[in-house]
């Protein structure tokens, strides 16, 4: 389609006319979410033995994610019940327990250093306050955690309310919360599994892996106090 044509059936002139990217990009029509432009993704089983190990617990994740969804799903068609409670309970332990662990590990052992290789190599905003993939992963990290906690506190508050429709105003509210929580960890593992791990395993070396492993190990028992959610 030449410029004239792509002007009469685009008025708003939202496809550029020149640049490879821009060719695929436009504000009213921005990429999806799972498909980010110039994905350029590394195949885990070349990666460093330390990045290999998260995105390997992170299909841990991808399951007891699904099961956490199945049980919502089977919330809101069936009833909730205090089996049903056991099994959204389950997943919030293993929240705790396995992912929040996870997360430290990321922000403090692999992330600095990424951030700063991402700032050298250009790989940041352009706003006047810099920023990397790495504030973003920080940031839904502090997401999803808030997120889980209020979804802990509602369930908790079902059995307690003596008022039918208050139990069930909060009940749908915890859920529809819960899968707010899927939806931002499974689009997070995507990003991590897809772009920040690429970046580090292209930007970071073997040196400065085994290095971050060494100092990983030096601040386990920091991580084991921080970050809890009450359950």
């Given at each position: 389609?030449?410029?004239?044509?792509?002007?009469?059936?685009?008025?708003?002139h939202?496809?550029?006319?020149?640049?490879?990217?821009?060719?695929?990009?436009?504000?009213?029509?921005?990429?999806?979410?799972?498909?980010?432009?110039?994905?350029?993704?590394?195949?885990p089983?070349?990666?460093?033995?330390?990045?290999?190990?998260?995105?390997?617990e992170?299909?841990?994740?991808?399951?007891?994610?699904?099961?956490?969804?199945?049980?919502?799903?089977?919330?809101?068609?069936?009833?909730?019940?205090?089996?049903?409670?056991?099994?959204?309970?389950?997943?919030?332990?293993?929240?705790e327990?396995?992912?929040?662990?996870?997360?430290?590990?990321?922000?403090?052992a692999l992330?600095?250093?990424?951030?700063e290789?991402?700032i050298?190599?250009?790989?940041?905003?352009?706003?006047?306050?810099?920023?990397?993939?790495?504030?973003?992963?920080?940031?839904?990290?502090?997401?999803?955690?808030?997120?889980?906690?209020?979804?802990?506190?509602?369930?908790?508050?079902?059995?307690?309310?003596?008022?039918?429709?208050?139990?069930?105003?909060?009940l749908?509210?915890?859920?529809?919360?819960?899968?707010?929580?899927?939806?931002?960890?499974?689009?997070?593992?995507f990003r991590?599994?897809?772009?920040?791990?690429?970046?580090?395993?292209?930007?970071?070396?073997?040196?400065?892996?085994?290095?971050?492993?060494?100092?990983?190990?030096?601040?386990?028992?920091?991580?084991?106090?921080?970050?809890?959610?009450?359950?």
């Open positions: 389609m030449n410029k004239q044509e792509t002007n009469r059936v685009d008025p708003l939202k496809q550029p006319e020149a640049g490879h990217m821009a060719e695929l990009i436009s504000p009213i029509d921005p990429p999806e979410a799972y498909a980010p432009p110039a994905q350029d993704r590394i195949d089983k070349l990666m460093h033995p330390f990045l290999r190990q998260f995105t390997e992170h299909q841990v994740f991808l399951e007891n994610i699904k099961d956490f969804e199945d049980a919502i799903l089977t919330v809101q068609k069936s009833g909730f019940s205090k089996e049903l409670n056991q099994r959204l309970q389950h997943f919030f332990h293993f929240f327990s396995d992912f929040m662990e996870h997360s430290r590990r990321e922000e403090f992330f600095p250093k990424l951030n290789r991402l050298e190599s250009g790989e940041h905003g352009r706003a006047e306050v810099v920023t990397t993939a790495v504030d973003l992963m920080v940031d839904e990290h502090v997401q999803a955690l808030q997120i889980a906690a209020v979804v802990v506190n509602f369930l908790g508050l079902v059995f307690r309310l003596p008022d039918e429709n208050s139990k069930l105003i909060v749908d509210a915890a859920l529809e919360k819960g899968k707010s929580l899927v939806e931002i960890l499974r689009l997070h593992i991590e599994d897809n772009i920040v791990f690429s970046f580090a395993h292209r930007l970071l070396t073997t040196d400065e892996f085994e290095k971050i492993e060494t100092s990983l190990k030096m601040k386990t028992r920091l991580f084991s106090r921080m970050y809890r959610i009450s359950l």
